[in-house]
């Protein structure tokens, strides 16, 4: 993999750089945070949770990882990789705010090493399941941490690209965390994405809610664009994967998820929409 250590991790009590040391990560205070055996590390304080174990559950994470290593989500990946890797400096720095088990990242490495471009990767999810998961399958892609994305532990102004993939975007923190100039990559659920799974299990549809295309504060647009394309699920397994690694599964009723259940297969439309906001010059107005 064409990957270099990540080296801009901070402090998640006092924001103080982190080092490498003795099998974990040490700051000029002295505060330590011990790498797990699975190789990541968790830098998410209990004063930091809203709840003892917040993010996906080890299920969700599990039916995330079997459909997206079957590649129903590789369209996607491509696009985040591709707009991720336009005009990357060398030697760069990139966070996956919300990497779940880690695909969108490692496809992203991918790309990188087949490009010939060398960049240090972090995934970072507030969810000890997802990272775990992302760090045993491929230690050596990125550095992977337990983390909030409201309270980002990296340096300032230490990042070239963000990404943020059906995530939950906290444009301070990553403003504060990208150089200027650095670009932060947003992949969001379009009003037709999962539509013939959504009509299966809810009673109607809502309208969807329209976009908002406003710059975060010190943000400028760079690009905008979209992706739709069909993807086929011919087993039950499949179908049940992708209801429970979504939000959908907790909002419809039990009934609907009955409906969805007796489903052997199942052809879908996937359409997001992908944004490109470029950081600010300091002295830019945002």
């Known amino acids: 993999m064409a990957t270099t250590a990540f080296t801009a991790l901070a ?3 006092d924001g103080a750089p982190l080092a490498s040391a003795d099998g974990g990560w040490t700051c000029p205070a002295g505060h330590r945070y011990d790498q797990a055996a699975q190789g990541y590390v968790n830098l998410l304080p209990v004063q930091h949770k ?15 990882r079997r459909f997206l290593e079957a590649g129903h989500y590789r369209p996607i990946a491509e696009l985040a990789a591709r707009a991720a890797l336009a005009d990357l400096p060398a030697a760069a720095a990139c966070l996956d705010a919300g990497c779940g088990e880690g695909y969108y990242l490692r496809q992203l490495a991918a790309q990188a090493d087949a490009a010939g471009k060398s960049s240090a990767l972090l995934g970072l999810d507030i969810s000890k399941w997802a990272v775990q998961a992302a760090a045993k399958a491929q230690r050596g892609t990125a550095t992977w941490v ?10 300032p102004a ?12 906290v444009y301070p923190e990553f403003a504060r965390v990208l150089k200027p100039g650095g670009t932060l990559i947003m992949i969001d659920a379009g009003p037709d994405h999962l539509r013939e799974l959504r009509e299966i299990i809810y009673p109607t549809l809502k309208t969807p809610a329209a976009p908002n295309d406003q710059a975060p504060p010190g943000f400028s647009l760079r690009h905008r664009e979209s992706l739709s394309c069909r993807i086929e699920l011919d087993s039950q397994e499949q179908i049940a994967d992708l209801l429970v690694m979504t939000p959908h599964f907790y909002r ?7 409906k969805a259940a007796q489903l052997s297969r199942l052809a879908l439309t996937v359409d997001v929409r992908l944004q490109v906001w470029q950081r600010l010059q300091p002295t830019e107005n945002a």
């Open 11 to 13: 402090c998640p009590l």
């Open 50 to 64: 809203r709840s003892r174990d917040p993010g996906d559950s080890k299920e969700m994470v599990a039916a995330r």
């Open 146 to 155: 337990v983390g909030s994305n409201a309270k980002l532990p990296v340096l």
């Open 158 to 169: 230490t990042l070239d690209r963000v990404l943020c993939l059906f995530g939950f975007p």
């Open 252 to 258: 419809a009723s039990p009934a609907g998820r009955e």
